[in-house]
């Protein structure tokens, strides 16, 4: 069995922990290699070599920072399908959304390279009787990244990009579910020419976060995953006074009006609820259908779950992807069996893991009359399953949405502008989609939600990001 290593001051790294979890090919259900977990040793070796490397990349200037980016970004390119393929195989998606999400890692570094100007400054002058001010960015020294198994190569790929062409040395920590592909980008990035131990990937469990959280020379993290994760990392972090931005989970609603243009609306439902195996934080979770529409859209919902293919990631035409694990697919379907003893199961996708016994396959799960109170409307599920509320009104409709402890992202589907107004200023959610089935933002703005959906002060990506990765220096200057 293939034993992964960490990566460290430009070097594989053996762990010296015996301890390991099993990495799979979800498709098939069998243990394709395994994920060291690190300890608090084997973090603190690399946070040194990293802070040994800050010394003198953060020196180097940013347009030579940004040059390496450049040769990085070529190697992406050229690896463009051999990094899809290695997604498909640890994670599972198929092989067409693997490519999607290689091409928005690409979108990611490729703004990162607009760095000399984002961290530009700014000064006036005479802001007060020979007084001229200036305000500068620099970086801030070592920072850290845990990222999640659902994305292994776009997140870490925005983060990694920023953080270092902004002349931080960082150290990454890939999901101990999906390590593979991120490791790749790491070894890749050195290809490129990046100095070792500017960029350092730790693989590991609770210990090796709980080291990155306390170690007093990490002065910033980022962080992706489920909300409860994410409040203990945002409070861990912030009592070892460090920086901290935590993207969490999401109960994404589409708000369906009488008025909306059905047949684009509800393929881009379903495929926004189950592609993935609705393993994402900005799926589709809940539709909201508003009025008179509401049994049209049930029965068209239902119709398309039924179609949709299941099967492995490579396969041609598949729509429906198995989940992560064994584990994780029978807690989705605990939900499912829960809530199909007060909602009508319209579409069962349950009898999918006796079809394919082989996988950690479940299928499309389509539920009709959910309520607020239910626990499949409460919670974040992370798989494939799609609830439908019924409400009377845009009113009502926003109001629903806007109970969920979740603010993430949000779609409404209308042809009527005063709708859409009402709802773009009313809508609890950091990314709003007005007829797009999947607001997620471009590299060059922000992406992040609100409440139980993100914790801390700047988005990912854009300016906030460059913000996040930077520490602000104001110098007042009189000449005598």
Known sequence: MRRLNNYVNGTWAEVESEHAVPVYNPAIGEVIAETPLSTHADVARAVEGAKRAFASWSRVPVAKRARVMFDFLAKLKAERDAIAKMITTEHGKSYLDAQAEVDRGIEGIEHALSAPTLMMGESLAEVSEGLEQTYYRYPLGVVASITPFNFPAMIPLWVMGWAVVTGNALILKPSEQTPMTTLRLVEMFHE????????????????????????????????????????????????????????????????????????????????????????????????????????????????GARRMKIGPG??????????????????????????????????????????????????????????????????????????????RDLDEAIAIANRSRYANGAILYTQRGKAAQVFRDRIDAGMVGINVNVPLPVAFFPFGGHKDSFYGVTGENGKELVQFFTRRKVVSTRWI
């Open 314 to 391: 490579f396969e041609k035409g598949v729509d429906v992807t198995p989940l992560i694990r064994k584990e994780h697919r029978d807690r989705v379907r605990a939900y499912v069996d829960e809530a199909a003893m007060s909602a009508r199961l319209v579409v069962d996708g349950r009898p999918a893991i006796d079809e394919h016994p082989e996988g950690f396959y479940l299928g499309p799960c389509l539920l009709d009359g959910v309520t607020p109170e239910m626990r499949v409307w409460q919670e974040e599920l992370f798989g494939p399953v799609l609830s439908v509320v019924r409400a």
């Open 192 to 303: 490129a020419g990046l100095p070792p131990g500017v960029l350092q990937a730790v693989n590991g469990g609770k210990e090796a976060v709980d080291a990155i959280l306390s170690h007093p020379k990490i002065v910033a993290v980022n962080f992706t995953g489920s909300t409860r994760t994410a409040a203990y990392v945002y409070e861990t972090a912030a009592r070892h006074q460090k920086r901290v931005q935590a993207f969490a989970g999401a109960k994404n609603h589409a708000i369906v009006l009488e008025d909306a243009v059905l047949e684009p609306t509800i393929d881009g439902i379903l495929r926004a609820a189950f592609h993935n195996g609705g393993q994402r934080c900005m799926a589709t979770s809940v539709v909201v259908a508003v009025g008179s529409v509401a049994d049209e859209v049930v029965e068209r919902l239902a119709e």
